[in-house]
């Protein structure tokens, strides 16, 4: 079973910082792909980044490029998303799931076989 856990959610005011961390609980996590995703309020989940499980290749979504930025530790079995500049728009829960790897197609949703919990985001003007 793979099991994933996010935290480091909160409220901050716009222009701050957060590191959301997804701990990954299983044997082989260097054979997942791990993408963070996001969901408003009245509003469709959509994918924010995603870190491959091979080369390392990352995508991001273009409302948070040069913003927020990916990275796994293999040695932790954890995938971190800084967050910098944060704007209200941000504000969501933050989930992360574990799947195979997709390239151009990460941020589907429903490619991904495990999800976390998530963590709320709330980003204040």
């Known amino acids: 079973e793979v099991r994933l856990v996010e935290s480091g959610g909160g409220l901050v005011q716009a222009g701050g910082s957060l590191r959301l961390s997804c701990a990954v609980s299983v044997f082989t996590f260097e054979d997942y792909a791990i993408g963070w995703f996001r969901e408003a309020p009245g509003k469709e989940r959509e994918g924010v980044s995603c870190v491959s499980n091979s080369d390392d290749s990352v995508y991001y979504a273009d409302s948070v490029k040069g913003r927020f930025t990916i990275s796994r530790d293999n040695a932790k079995n954890t995938v971190y998303l800084q967050m910098n500049n944060l704007k209200p728009e941000d504000t969501a829960v933050y989930y992360c799931?574990?799947?195979?790897?997709?390239?151009?197609?990460?941020?589907?949703?429903?490619?991904?076989?495990?999800w976390g919990q998530g963590t709320q985001v709330t980003v204040s003007s």
């Open positions: 799931a574990a799947g195979g790897w997709y390239a151009s197609s990460w941020g589907i949703w429903d490619l991904y076989d495990y």
